[in-house]
């Protein structure tokens, strides 16, 4: 099971952080992946980290504003997205890594 | 970078009929562990993507043998050997030998 955090409302300039609890397997066993769905774009995969030692890999488009970290006291993988334009406005995943099982995906949507 | 592209990109079908649906790498997705990691998905109006296949042709635990998945190098296919109301959706590929990158989609509706 992936549970992600609810809907947000955001103003440009500001920061997000959307949150993803696993249950039912050993949280480390997997990576925790991060992808977009903008509107009528195809899905656009932005990193993953990995929760045993919260180390990271970041695509290129993504660097400079996205962090990705996972909490193993509470299955929790994080991702934060600094500096929001409208571009921003999307549907956010989460997703297993090996398996690739997704959350449910949180909308943010950047609106001043 | 990596570019995938699906056609058709929408695809009337036949309840009862096959169908297919062709993605494209601008890469070979052949790994040098020879394993090719090109998954299908399938995302219902509505609910998250769930996968179907994976490294071409094995199919996820649970998943109709309806479907099937088959290609090398850079052409893959996806195959319904019979659609059913539930297969309506988007289907689309994603490669994970370079890093990972998704297919624009397709819509399957029925006619």
């Known amino acids: 099971q992936v549970e992600q955090s609810g809907a947000e409302v955001k103003k440009p300039g500001s920061t997000v952080r959307i949150f993803c609890k696993v249950s039912?397997?050993?949280?480390?066993?997997?990576?925790i992946h991060w992808i977009q769905q903008a509107p009528g774009k195809a899905f656009e995969w932005m990193g993953f980290?990995?929760?045993?030692?919260?180390?990271?890999l970041y695509a290129e488009n993504w660097r400079d504003r996205v962090t990705m970290t996972a909490d193993m006291s509470t299955d929790t993988a994080f991702v934060e997205v600094r500096s929001l334009t409208a571009a921003d406005t999307a549907i956010y995943y989460c997703?297993?890594?090996?398996?690739?099982?997704w959350g449910q995906g949180t909308q943010i949507i950047v609106s001043s | 970078d990596v570019v995938l592209t699906q056609s058709p990109l929408s695809l009337p079908v036949t309840l009862g009929q096959p169908a297919a649906i062709s993605c494209r790498s601008s890469?070979?997705?052949?790994?040098?562990?020879?394993?090719?990691?090109l998954n299908w998905f399938h995302q219902r109006p509505g609910q998250s993507p769930r996968r179907l296949i994976y490294k071409v042709s094995t199919r996820v635990s649970g998943v109709p043998d309806r479907f099937s998945g088959s290609g090398s190098g850079t052409n893959f296919t996806l195959k319904i050997s019979r659609v059913e109301p539930d297969d309506v959706g988007i289907y689309f590929c994603?490669?994970?030998?370079?890093?990972?990158?998704f297919g624009p989609g397709t819509v399957v509706e029925v006619k």
């Open positions: 039912g397997y050993t949280f480390t066993d997997y990576f």
């Open positions: 890469q070979s997705l052949l790994y040098t562990d020879g394993n090719t990691y």
């Open positions: 994603m490669q994970g030998t370079h890093l990972f990158t």
């Open positions: 980290v990995d929760p045993e030692n919260n180390k990271t």
């Open positions: 997703a297993t890594g090996t398996k690739w099982v």
